[in-house]
C-alpha cells in the first residue's frame, strides 16, 4: 500500500532552492502560497517535515490530508489529528499557532 | 566515572557568544528581560530569526553578575552529556561548586536528578547572583533532559534565574511554574521590530531609506528580526534602495527566499563559495574550513565576514570558533545543494578526528552517511563513552549503524548491549543486540577480545537474573574467567555479578569467597555499583551464617560508601539494608530491623519481576514475622511466592520461602486466631499503605504500576474489611489493627 499523500500550505511564493528541502515532494508557488504535496510514511516522517518547516522560518497555513490517485479515500485512513492531539507534542503547538 | 576515562566537554557550547557588530541594542526589550529578576525562568519564545540569541546575549554583556551559558544541541538528549556541560561551567565559577555534581555524573545508573540537587547546592555555596542561559532549548526533545532541567528550575536558588530561547513551547512543566508566578514569557510579538527600531537599524547600516519605505519594510517582513538584517545586507549596496524597497514589497516571493537570492548574487563569488561550503559546517574554526576548502586563508575571510555580516557568529571570546546563525545557515545548505555536502562533511569529520574531537566527527560523518567512519570512531572510543558516563550518547550512535555493519565490529553490539543493560532498557533492546553480538563473535572470532566476551557475559548474567539463576551464574564465570583473560578493567563488577548470583543459587561460601575477592581488590572503590554490592553482599551472608557483628560492619560500609558515592538512592545499596536487617534481628532490634529490610525492599522494586526483588520481600517476611507483624509477613510472602511461580530456576528462594511460610503457621498458632477482622488481601495492604502517604489514587495506581480502576477497587474493599467511611477513618483503623509499616527512615 503506498503511503497516505498530504498536502502542506506555506506563506509566501518559494523559489526553486527550496526544493531540495522537501525530497520527494512536489513544491508548487502560487499566489503568494508554496504548495508542498507528497507522500508522507508516517508520524515521525511528518515530524520532521514540521521541523524543516520551523528551521527554514516558513509559517504552515494548513496541513491536508489527501485523497489517493485512484480517488477512493486511503482504506486505512490516518487522521492527521490523531498523530498531533498529544499536548506535549510541539507540532500541536506549530499547528495550533497557524 | 572511571579514571581516565572521559568525554572532554566542548568549549564551544559553553563560552558566551560574542555579539556581531551591527546587531541593534533593544533597549525596550533588555528592560522587558530585567524586569524578570526574581522569577526563576525566562523564556524566550520565537520562531527562527527573531532575534533570541542575540536578546539574551546582549543582555547578558550589561549584567553585572556571572553567567553561565550553554549552547544546546540535539546531543543533550543525553543527561548526562548536558549536565555534565553545566556542571563544568558551575565549577568556573568557584572551585568545588560543580565538582560533586561531576562526580555524581560519573556512577553508572545514579539518577541524573542527585547531580542536579548537587549542582543547585552548589549555586546556593556560590550565593551571588548568577544568569543561567540554555540557548536553543527546542533541541532537546528527550524527557529525561527535559525531565532534569525542569527538576532543577523547580529547585532554583533564589541567587539563580534560569533564561532559555526555544523555537516551541518547551515541554516541561511551565503550567505550575506561571501559576505561582516563576515564569516570564518573551515571544514574537515582543520580539518584532517595531518601525522606530526597523529605523534605528537602517541609519546605524548607513542606508538612507524614505520613512515611507521603512514602514513598507516592516509591513511586507512583518517585523520579522532576519528578514530585516537581511535586507539591511542588501540595501546598504543598493543606488537606489528605496526603489529595491519598492520592487520588494511587490513581490508574492517569500521574505526569506526573496532576501537569500539579492544578497547572495551581490556576493563576490569567491565569498559566496566560502559561505555555502562552510554551511554545512555546526561550529567551525578557520583551520576546520581550511581543510574543507582547502584554502589557506580562511582565517582572513571569517575575519572580514565576522565585520561586515551580521550572520557569522563568533562563539567565544578569541574567536576561535564560528557559527552561522541558524536560518541563515539553513538558507546556504539549500543554495549549496544536497549532493555537494557530503563530501565537505566527510573531509569535516576527517579533520575533527584527527583534531581529537571525537563526538563532532561522528557527527559530520553520520551526517555524510558514513556509517563505517561512524563505526571505527565508536571502536576507537567505545570505552571513553560508556565508562566516561555517556551512555546514552554511544547506543544511540550503536542503534543507528545498520545490523551489518555492527557485524564487522564485534565490539560495538558488545558494548552496545552493556550499555543498554546499564540503562535498564526493555529486555528485547538488549536481547537484539546480544543476537548481533553473539553472531559478530561467530564470524569474526579474531576480532573479538576478553573486554567483548565479559561485557556480553555479564549483561546476560544481569538480564537472565530475571528469572533462570543457574544459567545467571554460568554467564558470570564466564564473564569472570574472560576478565581474568585479559579485560581486568571489569574485574570488580563481573566478580560482584558472580556472587550476587551465587547468594541466590544458594552457595554461600563460594558468594562469599567471591564478593571477598572483589572488595579486596585496590580498584574497588573506582567501580562504586560493583562495590557497593559486594559489600552488600558478604553484609547479607555473615548475618544469615551468624557473623553478626562483621556483618553489621560491611552493611554500615556499604551504606556510608553508597552515599558519599550517589547510590543511595540505587538498587546496589539494597543487599546492604537487608544484610543490616538480619543482623538487628540476631541483637534484638526489631524496629531497626524492619525499617531496614523495608528500605532494602523499596530499593529492588522494579517494573518486571527479577529474582532480587523477590529475594528482599522474603528477607521482609522473615524480619516480620520475627516481629509478629504476621498479616504483613503473610502479604509481603505471598507477593514473593507469585514472583518466584514466574521464574524458570528461582534458585534457593523456593527454599527460603518453604521456611518463612512455615515460620509464619508456627507463628501464628503461637498467637492463636486473633483476627478480629477479614484480612486484607497483600495488594490491598499495598493500597493501605499507600493511603497513609496522602498520594492521590492516581499516583498511587502509578507507584504501585496498576491502574486507577483496580486502585479504586481495592480502596473500596479496605473500606469494607475495615468498616471505614473515609481516607482518614480507615488509616486509623489500620493503625489500631497494626497493618500499616513503620515509616521509613530517611536516606
Known sequence: MSAPRYRLVIAGELGPRYASAFDGMTVRAHDGETEITGPIIDPSHLHGLLERVASLGLTLHSLTPLETENGESDPQPHTPTAWITDPNHSIHRNLEGS | ?747
Open chain 2, 1 to 747: 566515572m572511571q579514571p581516565g576515562y572521559s568525554i572532554g566537554v566542548i568549549e564551544s557550547k559553553i563560552s558566551l557568544p560574542r555579539v556581531q557588530p551591527g546587531m541593534l541594542r533593544r533597549s525596550r526589550l533588555l528592560e522587558i528581560v530585567d524586569g524578570g529578576a526574581g522569577v526563576a525562568f525566562t523564556v524566550v519564545n520565537a520562531p527562527v530569526g527573531y532575534g533570541k540569541t542575540t536578546l539574551l546575549r546582549l543582555w547578558c554583556i550589561e549584567r553585572p553578575e556571572a553567567v553561565i551559558w550553554m549552547t544546546l544541541d540535539a546531543a543533550d538528549d543525553d543527561p548526562v552529556r548536558l549536565w555534565a556541560h553545566l556542571a563544568t561551567a558551575v565549577e568556573r565559577l568557584g572551585e568545588g561548586l560543580g565538582a560533586r555534581a561531576l562526580a555524581c555524573l560519573g556512577v553508572r545508573g545514579a539518577p541524573v536528578e542527585t547531580a542536579v540537587d548537587e549542582l543547585m547546592n552548589g549555586l546556593v555555596a556560590y550565593g551571588r547572583p548568577v544568569a543561567i542561559v540554555l540557548d536553543d532549548l527546542h533541541a532537546v526533545g528527550s524527557e529525561r533532559s527535559l525531565g532534569s532541567i525542569a527538576h532543577a528550575i523547580e529547585r532554583l536558588p533564589g541567587n539563580a534565574r534560569v533564561l532559555a530561547s526555544t523555537r516551541s513551547e518547551p515541554a516541561i512543566s511551565v503550567a505550575r511554574l506561571r501559576a505561582r508566578g516563576a515564569l516570564m514569557e518573551v515571544r514574537a510579538r515582543e520580539l518584532a521590530f517595531t518601525v522606530d527600531e526597523a529605523r534605528e537599524l537602517i541609519v546605524s547600516e548607513g542606508i538612507e531609506l524614505s520613512g515611507e519605505s521603512v514602514a513598507l519594510l516592516v509591513e511586507r517582513t512583518e517585523g520579522w528580526p532576519a528578514g530585516l538584517y537581511l535586507a539591511a545586507l542588501w540595501l546598504r549596496d543598493l543606488d537606489d534602495p528605496d526603489e529595491g524597497v519598492r520592487a520588494f514589497a511587490g513581490s508574492a516571493r517569500h521574505v526569506a527566499d526573496y532576501l537569500t537570492d539579492e544578497v547572495l548574487t551581490a556576493l563576490a563569488p569567491q565569498t559566496k563559495d566560502f559561505l555555502l561550503c562552510t554551511s554545512v559546517l555546526g561550529r567551525f574554526t578557520p583551520e576546520l574550513c581550511d581543510a574543507v576548502l582547502g584554502r589557506e586563508d580562511s582565517a582572513a575571510v571569517l575575519a572580514e565576514l565576522a565585520r561586515s555580516n551580521m550572520f557569522l557568529v563568533a562563539l567565544d571570546a578569541r574567536a576561535e570558533w564560528y557559527r552561522y546563525h541558524h536560518l541563515f545557515g539553513e538558507l546556504l545548505q539549500l543554495e549549496l545543494g544536497r549532493e555537494n555536502a557530503p563530501v565537505l562533511r566527510r573531509r569535516a569529520a576527517a579533520w575533527c578526528r584527527e583534531h581529537g574531537l571525537v563526538e563532532e566527527s561522528i557527527e559530520y560523518a553520520a551526517a555524510a552517511g558514513d556509517a563505517e567512519t561512524v563505526a571505527e570512531l565508536l571502536v576507537e572510543n567505545d570505552r571513553e563513552f560508556v565508562w566516561g558516563g555517556r551512555i546514552e550518547q554511544f547506543l544511540g550512535w550503536v542503534r543507528w549503524l545498520p545490523p551489518e555493519l555492527l557485524l564487522g565490529h564485534p565490539s560495538l553490539p558488545a558494548a552496545g548491549a552493556f550499555a543498554a543493560g546499564m540503562l535498564a532498557r526493555p529486555a528485547v533492546d538488549v536481547q537484539q543486540l546480544l543476537a548481533i553480538a553473539e553472531q559478530a563473535r561467530r564470524e569474526w572470532p579474531q576480532l573479538w577480545s576478553p573486554y567483548d566476551e565479559a561485557v556480553v557475559e555479564v549483561t546476560r548474567a544481569a538480564l537472565i537474573e530475571g528469572g533462570n539463576v543457574g544459567a545467571a551464574v554460568e554467564h558470570a564465570r564466564r564473564a569472570v574467567a574472560a576478565a581474568r583473560a585479559g579485560a581486568d578493567v571489569l574485574s570488580v563488577g563481573v566478580l560482584a555479578s558472580l556472587a550476587q548470583a551465587l547468594l541466590f543459587a544458594g552457595d554461600l561460601d563460594e558468594a562469599r569467597r567471591i564478593a571477598l575477592q572483589a572488595v579486596e581488590r585496590p580498584d574497588a572503590p573506582d567501580v562504586p555499583d560493583g562495590y557497593v554490592v559486594s559489600l552488600g553482599l558478604l553484609a547479607l551472608i555473615d548475618a544469615e551464617q551468624g557473623r553478626t557483628e562483621s556483618a553489621e560492619a560491611w552493611a554500615r560500609e556499604a551504606i556510608r560508601f553508597a552515599r558519599k558515592r550517589f547510590q543511595a538512592d540505587l538498587w546496589t545499596v539494597s543487599l546492604a539494608h537487608l544484610g543490616l536487617a538480619l543482623a538487628c534481628i540476631a541483637t534484638g532490634r526489631l524496629d531497626e530491623a524492619e525499617r531496614e529490610a523495608l528500605r532494602g525492599e523499596r530499593l529492588r522494586r522494579s517494573p518486571q519481576p527479577t529474582v532480587g526483588h523477590a529475594h528482599a520481600l522474603l528477607v521482609l517476611a522473615h524480619v516480620r514475622v520475627a516481629r509478629s507483624r504476621l498479616e504483613r509477613a503473610a502479604s509481603d510472602l505471598e507477593r514473593a511466592q507469585r514472583l518466584i511461580a514466574e521464574f524458570p530456576d528461582p534458585g534457593r528462594l523456593r527454599a527460603i520461602a518453604a521456611t518463612v511460610e512455615q515460620d509464619l503457621t508456627t507463628a501464628r498458632e503461637n498467637a492463636g486466631s486473633g483476627h478480629v477482622v477479614e484480612a486484607p488481601s497483600a495488594a490491598e495492604l499495598e493500597v493501605l499503605q499507600c493511603l497513609v502517604t496522602g498520594l492521590t489514587r492516581r499516583e498511587i495506581g502509578a507507584q504501585l504500576y496498576i491502574s486507577l480502576n483496580t486502585v479504586k477497587t481495592h480502596t473500596r474493599e479496605l473500606y469494607r474489611k475495615l468498616d471505614a467511611t473515609s481516607r482518614a477513618d480507615a488509616v486509623a483503623r489500620a493503625e489500631a489493627l497494626g497493618l500499616l509499616d513503620l515509616t521509613e527512615s530517611p536516606g
